[in-house]
Every structure is written in structure tokens, then in C-alpha cells.
């Protein structure tokens, strides 16, 4: 019999990875959507295109009961949570419904699987992040964030994360489930939402090459990120949940880059040199023609930055036999190769 597989946040980035590799190892898979789709709704429509063989339910994080009547009709032997709302400056801007998504929402899930009966069977993943260290302990520069590291996130995001964390370990705890979290470092790809930087990067990169756009303005250019690919980072989620036991596991390349080495890359990928000059707000990417590219717009920053985040998978290469594949400049190169087919005037 095919295990069958229930996916929160099935229409994001990682959801759309998840759905497929699970598709692909022979599971029945099931996605939970928010909204009042109908089969005739073009969201919903597009998203079955995407994946035929994935069931739609709907359902909202906030909503216990539906949730719990999802969990009822499937039988899951594993729940995968993605949903959230997950974009960190936007957390700033409402954080009450942070909490309560991003955090609260955890236990609704986890509850919808108790009540259930299913807390014996059924398997969960928890997407839990790096925002949760938010770099204030960064005790361990060599080696970069593991298991064991000091939380103390620094936005809303990561506050709602940590309980969700938290609620997860403590459900393992009180009632023996088989409840693992990933702390995943950031994964970004084709599929990544145009309102997290790499994507808002290849996108414009992609229109400038192509003449549509001029110029791009971001926020802080000289915060660090642990940059991986989400195609590889679902195989690890997956492979949380084939152990015999549950445990929590760091996802990450193991190296850190800034904002403007994203910029000089993707830039360089459509044969743009970019260059540097003036300091903070008056900063500015150049072209080798001098013409201005990049620019910044203090709209842009957040109340508390990351200032930097580095990942140190060891544990999760050596229990999982987890590595990624896509190194930093292999995943510019797909992104903006991507946004150039997409943007190009032939693409439909
Ligand atoms: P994403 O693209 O933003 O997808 C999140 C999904 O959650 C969206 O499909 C969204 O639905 C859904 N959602 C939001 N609120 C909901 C609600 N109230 N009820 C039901 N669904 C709801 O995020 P992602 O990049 O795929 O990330 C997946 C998960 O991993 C998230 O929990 C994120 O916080 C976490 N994470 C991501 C990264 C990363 O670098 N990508 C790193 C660490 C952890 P709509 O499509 O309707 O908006
Ligand atoms: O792309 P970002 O919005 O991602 P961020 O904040 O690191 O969060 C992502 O990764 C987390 C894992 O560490 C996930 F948990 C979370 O769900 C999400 O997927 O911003 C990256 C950096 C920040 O320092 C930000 O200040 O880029 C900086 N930045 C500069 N200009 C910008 C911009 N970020 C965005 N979104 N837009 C800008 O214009």
C-alpha cells in the first residue's frame, strides 16, 4: 500500500519540491490550501496543472477543526508542515497573525493529529528556521550554527518559529510522536516568492537584460546568508522522517555570502559587470557602462536585521547521509536562467 503524505503549504516554494519528490517515491500525496478555492478558481486550477496527482484540501493553519477533518478522511502516515507565513519583514509589519500562523498554527496541526488518534502513527515535520538564532550568539564563527547553538531570534517570524519548535519537541516528549524538526538555513530556487531578495534579484537582473526594467532598489546589501537550493533541501525533510527516531536537523551549505555577492553574480550571469560606490543609503551597483543598476531603499530594512547566518549541517551529512547538491553559484545561475525564459517576450 502507498503511504499517503499530508503537506501544509503545498502551493509555496517547498511544497511544490516536497509534493513532487514525494509524488515520485510512490506516495499518495495530499496538500492543504487556505482560501475559498474552488475547482474553477484559476489559483486552484494552475496548482493541479503543476501537480495532477496531489489531492487539494482546504484548510486554514488558524482552523483546528478543518484541519482535524483533513487529518480524519486521509489517515496520514506523515504530515509535513510547511505553511506559515513566512516572509521575515513582513512578520514586523503583522505580527499578531505571525503568532498565530507561524507559531499557534504548529499546534493546531499537531493537536489535529491527537485528536485524530493518529499521534502513534503518524509521522510530522516541522519547518522550523535559522531566524530562530538570529545572530546575536555567534559564538561559533568557524564552524557556523548547529543543533546545540543558542537561540535568540530577532524578529516576530523567528519568535513565532520558536514556539512552533518548542511545541513540536514538547508533543514528542509528552506523547512519544515521532515529531522532527528541520532547522533549515535559506533555500531559495525557481520557485521562490518574488518577495524574498534572491528572486526579487534574478527577476529584475532578468528585466534589466532584457530591457523592461532599470534598476533594482533592496534594503541591507551587506547581511550574510547560508544559501542553498530548495530541491535539495526536501530530500533532507524526507529523510527526517524514514529515521527510526525523531530528532532535530540543521540543512545548510556551510557557507555565507552577502546580499551584494548575489548582485555581482546574477549580474554576471547576464555578462553585466556591476561595481560599488558610496556607503549606506547613497550605495549604488554600477554597470560597466555606469550606468546605475542597483540601488537602496531603506523601505527596504527591517526594524532588527540577521546579521549574518551560517549553518553547519555535520549532523544531518552524517545521520541522514543528507548533502546538498546546487553549490552559490549554481543556484544564481538556475534562478536567473529561469527569470530569463520567463520574462523573455517569446515566453508565454
Ligand atoms: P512559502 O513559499 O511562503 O510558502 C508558505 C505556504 O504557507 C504558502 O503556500 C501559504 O499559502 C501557506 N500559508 C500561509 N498562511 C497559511 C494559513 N493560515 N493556512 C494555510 N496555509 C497557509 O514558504 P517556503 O519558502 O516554501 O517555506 C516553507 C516553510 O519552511 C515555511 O514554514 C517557512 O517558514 C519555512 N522555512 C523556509 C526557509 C526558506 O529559506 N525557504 C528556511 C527555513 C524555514 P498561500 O500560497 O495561500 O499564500
Ligand atoms: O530573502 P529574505 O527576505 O530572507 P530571510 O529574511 O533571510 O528569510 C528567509 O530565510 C529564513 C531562513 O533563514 C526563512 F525562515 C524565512 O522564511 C525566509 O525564507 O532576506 C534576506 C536578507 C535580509 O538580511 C534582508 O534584510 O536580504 C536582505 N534584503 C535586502 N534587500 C532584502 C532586501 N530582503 C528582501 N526580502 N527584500 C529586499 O529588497
Not at 100 to 116: C, F, Q
Not at 237 to 255: N, S
Request: overall charge negative.
Amino acid at each position: 500500500m502507498a503511504k499517503k503524505a499530508l503537506v501544509t503549504g503545498i502551493a509555496g516554494q517547498d511544497g511544490g519540491h516536497l509534493a513532487k519528490l514525494l509524488h515520485d517515491k510512490g506516495y499518495e500525496v495530499y496538500g492543504v490550501v487556505r482560501g475559498q478555492m474552488e475547482a474553477s478558481h484559476p489559483r486552484y486550477k494552475k496548482l493541479k496543472e503543476e501537480m495532477p496527482y496531489a489531492e487539494l484540501i482546504m484548510a486554514d493553519l488558524l482552523d483546528l477543526s478543518a484541519l482535524t477533518r483533513a487529518v480524519q478522511a486521509i489517515g496520514p502516515d506523515e504530515v509535513y508542515n510547511l505553511a506559515a507565513i513566512s516572509h521575515v519583514g513582513y512578520s514586523f509589519r503583522d505580527p499578531v497573525l505571525t503568532a498565530d500562523v507561524t507559531g499557534k498554527g504548529v499546534l493546531n496541526m499537531l493537536e489535529a493529529i491527537r485528536l485524530s488518534g493518529l499521534e502513534k502513527t503518524c509521522r510530522f515535520y516541522q519547518a522550523s528556521t535559522s531566524e530562530m538564532f538570529g545572530g546575536l550568539d555567534y559564538n561559533r564563527p568557524g564552524d557556523g550554527y548547529d543543533e546545540d547553538s543558542q537561540f535568540h531570534p530577532r524578529s516576530p517570524y523567528g519568535v513565532a518559529k520558536l514556539y512552533g519548535h518548542w511545541i513540536t519537541k514538547n508533543y514528542r516528549e509528552s506523547y512519544g510522536m515521532h515529531a522532527s524538526c528541520g532547522i533549515l538555513f535559506n533555500h531559495e530556487g525557481d520557485r521562490r516568492g518574488p518577495e524574498f531578495v534572491t528572486r526579487k534579484i534574478s527577476q529584475a537582473v532578468a528585466r534589466i537584460k532584457l530591457g523592461t526594467q532599470d534598476v533594482i532598489e533592496l534594503g541591507n546589501l551587506d547581511s550574510k546568508r547560508d544559501w542553498g537550493y530548495a530541491g535539495d533541501y526536501v530530500e533532507g525533510m524526507w529523510r527526517m522522517l524514514q529515521q527510526d527516531k525523531p530528532d532535530d536537523y540543521v540543512l545548510a551549505t556551510g557557507e555565507t555570502h552577502t546580499i551584494r555577492e548575489f548582485c555581482e553574480l546574477a549580474f554576471g550571469q547576464v555578462g553585466m559587470t556591476l561595481t560599488w560606490r558610496g556607503a549606506d543609503e547613497k550605495t549604488e551597483g554600477v554597470d560597466q557602462d555606469g550606468v546605475v543598476r542597483v540601488k537602496v531603499n531603506p523601505e527596504f530594512y527591517r526594524p532588527a536585521e540577521v546579521d549574518i547566518l551560517l549553518g553547519n549541517p555535520t549532523k544531518a551529512e552524517k545521520v541522514l547521509g543528507w548533502k546538498r547538491e546546487v553549490d552559490f553559484p549554481g543556484l544564481v545561475k538556475l534562478m536567473v536562467e529561469h527569470d530569463l525564459r520567463l520574462e523573455s517576450p517569446r515566453a508565454v
